[in-house]
């Protein structure tokens, strides 16, 4: 018995066209697959190099934009101090300390301060984290303040930062030297007792350092006027690029007080143009360079003559 009925089964022809369209749509799928990957990646690439050119330019133009502040009460990058309160290194009574009579020569006569009619003109340059400018300052405050309270000297302090790279990255004599030019500009009467304080209880060379709240800290120990304006200004690094500026200055020369001088450490101390080379710690030794340099200068000073070919006047006949 016969049938007249066929399986439904495609032709091989048939069946290689279906799957041949079917791989075609599956690869056009992946294209555009493909494509539309690439398109996202591709905005996500230039949002992402968008977003940084923009905060790169920001970033650039509030640097640029931000003006270079430079403080106030300055003169020659340095900071006249003109008053002084007792602090605990300068004692409430201020007495300078003279050499013994065995030193002061054969008249046995202890040597002499400055005295107030020829002032002598004082500028210590100062690196706020050296171990020197700190021996110094409690060397030499007690008869510093004397002098500038009995008018015999003038006492100018140069901020400078020579030891930067030695806090551990903090650059903590940049930062100190920025907050003495804060609390100069904002409270100069607490000029002295904070610039004091800073040298007097150092950090020591290859530490941290005070970061600027423990300097604005300080500051207002200190009793500084204005203390928000005087925070703001450490904690914002107000006067940080000037500090840098300033020691550059110093650096090239010549330093304020001198004519060729120009900064070689910190301390270095220029009394009446001269670099003082003596003991740091000691107070007599600076006393009797100081004396010196004062007697030099009024020697130097030519006292007016009376004139040899002035005539007399003739008195009236009566």
């Known amino acids: 018995m016969s049938s007249d009925e066929t399986p439904n089964v495609p032709t091989p022809r048939n069946t290689r066209e279906a799957v041949r369209e079917k791989a075609q749509k599956v690869h056009a799928q ?35 934009g931000k003006p270079q502040l430079a403080p106030t009460g300055m003169d ?12 605990a290194g300068t004692g409430d009574a201020l007495a300078s300390p003279t050499p013994d009579a065995s030193e002061a020569g054969a008249s046995e006569t202890p040597t002499p301060e400055p005295s107030s009619a020829s002032a002598v003109e004082i500028h210590v340059y ?29 006492l100018t302090y140069h901020p400078v930062a020579l030891l930067t790279a030695s806090s551990n990255g903090t650059k903590y004599s940049l930062r100190a030297a920025a907050a003495a030019a804060c609390v100069a500009t904002h409270s100069p009467a607490q000029f002295y007792a904070f610039n004091h304080d800073l040298l007097d209880d ?8 005070l970061s600027d709240v423990e300097l604005a800290d300080l500051a207002g120990a200190v009793g500084v006027d204005n203390i928000k304006k005087v925070r703001s200004c450490i904690e914002g690094q107000d006067y940080v690029a000037w500090a840098k500026e300033a020691t550059s200055r110093a650096l090239e020369g010549p330093l304020t007080g001198s004519d ?8 270095m101390i220029v009394v009446n143009g001269e670099a003082y ?16 340099v004062s007697s030099d200068a009024s020697y130097s000073t030519p006292t007016p003559t009376p004139d040899a ?10």
């Open 76 to 87: 020659g990058d340095g900071v006249t101090v003109t008053d002084i309160k007792a602090t």
């Open 126 to 154: 100062v690196d706020y984290l050296s171990p020197d400018a700190g021996a110094f300052e409690r060397a030499n405050a007690r008869q510093l303040a004397n002098w500038v309270t009995e008018g015999a000297a003038t």
């Open 277 to 292: 080379v003596g003991a740091l710690d000691d107070a007599k030794e600076f006393s009797q360079f100081v004396l010196t």
């Open 309 to 318: 070919t002035a005539q007399p006047t003739e008195t009236p006949a009566q």
């Open 30 to 64: 992946q294209s555009r697959a493909r494509l539309m990957r690439r398109i996202i990646i591709g905005a996500v690439a230039i949002v992402a190099v968008g977003a940084i050119g923009t905060a790169v330019t920001m970033a650039v133009s509030a640097q640029v």
């Open 260 to 267: 060729d001088l120009v900064l070689a450490s910190a301390p």
């Open 202 to 209: 150092q950090p020591e060379v290859n530490t941290d350092g």
